[in-house]
């Protein structure tokens, strides 16, 4: 893993519904972060999320999800879907930065969602 994984968008984000078993309808999703190498292996967060940790990147890479999920909260926004409620897991790595609400003030600005 390094910034060319980053910059190729090697990673992918999955959303896990959360239902209402009442009604059948999705409130909530749960953002997950996947590292797809073949067809045939995905590596598993818990093996990438340390190495991430570990070299630097985990800030950088969690700023990548929030910006991916902004991206898709705002296609759903589109499609009606505007209310459905978005969780991201994000490092403690990212909270201690300087710029952390700014940037994600930012990306929801440039997604063009309420902030």
Not at 16 to 31: F, G, H, M, W, Y
Not at 35 to 41: A, F, N, R, T
Not at 49 to 69: F, H, R, S
Request: glycine fraction near 4%; aromatic fraction near 8%; include cysteine.
């Amino acid at each position: 893993m390094d910034n060319r994984t980053l910059k190729e968008n090697e990673f992918e984000v999955y959303y896990q519904p959360k239902v209402c078993l009442r009604d059948n309808s999705i409130t909530k999703v749960e953002a997950l972060l996947r590292w797809p190498q073949s067809v045939e292996h995905t590596v598993s967060p818990a093996e990438f999320i340390p190495v991430a940790e570990q070299m630097g990147l985990i800030t950088e890479l969690g700023d990548w999800v929030i910006k991916q999920v902004c991206k898709q909260q705002n296609i759903w926004k589109h499609q009606g879907l505007d209310d459905v409620v978005v969780a991201v897991n994000l490092s403690a790595h990212q909270f201690s930065t300087t710029n952390f609400v700014e940037s994600i003030i930012s990306h929801l600005k440039n997604a063009k969602l309420d902030g």
